[in-house]
């Protein structure tokens, strides 16, 4: 391949993500950071708050469903995030549900504060990833993480705690105005439920 090629070829991969740069999006704060190639179906309905971060080779399957990140969090390489499910309709092929949306069902996809979503990982339909989560590489989550939660696997499993439910509270005390803190009672709760349980 020639420098002309090369130069084509980069132009159409330009042109096929550029509707998904940050002013396409639904909402995005300051400081946010966004690696190409990557694909939304819906850029409209994705929302990225301050400093947040992409990596490349993320795709967004979503077309009612919202894709939230919050302040903070970052997502490795080949991230993806779908927030529909189809589902059969009696009387009609099933290529045909999912071609007209016959069933569909979308939820949301929220990501909270100061996650890390490590590379390969999959998110699925109504997920929501806790407060101070690291999600390993390669999981796939089916079901919410509990705040500061280290989940692996799959299915996907709570394995450990970032930190003990006492220095989180610590921790928390100059990032988070005290409205937004979380309660000591409910870390405590969440890391003698989780440990160990798959999601």
Do not use: W
């Amino acid at each position: 391949m020639d420098f002309a090629q090369i130069k084509i070829a980069l132009g159409a991969i330009k042109r096929l993500f550029y509707d998904s740069r940050p002013q396409k999006l639904g909402g995005h704060g300051k400081n946010i950071y966004i690696e190409y190639p990557l694909m939304f179906h819906n850029p409209s309905n994705i929302f990225l708050e301050d400093n947040t971060s992409i990596k490349a080779f993320t795709t967004v399957l979503n077309t009612t469903g919202k894709f939230i990140m919050k302040r903070n969090s970052t997502a490795a390489q080949n991230l993806t995030v779908v927030t529909g499910n189809h589902h059969y309709v009696k009387g009609r092929f099933f290529n045909d549900s999912i071609k007209y949306r016959l069933a569909d069902i979308e939820k949301d996809v929220i990501v909270e504060e100061d996650a890390l979503i490590c590379a390969n990982v999959t998110l699925l339909s109504g997920v929501v990833i806790g407060r101070g989560c690291i999600i390993g590489a390669g999981t796939i989550v089916r079901k919410s993480t509990p705040p500061y939660s280290i989940v692996i696997g799959n299915p996907a499993r709570v394995i450990k705690f970032v930190l003990s439910p006492e220095d989180i509270v610590e921790h928390e005390l100059n990032l988070y105005p005290e409205t937004e803190r979380l309660p000591l009672n409910i870390l405590k709760k969440h890391q003698e439920t989780y440990i160990g349980k798959t999601l």
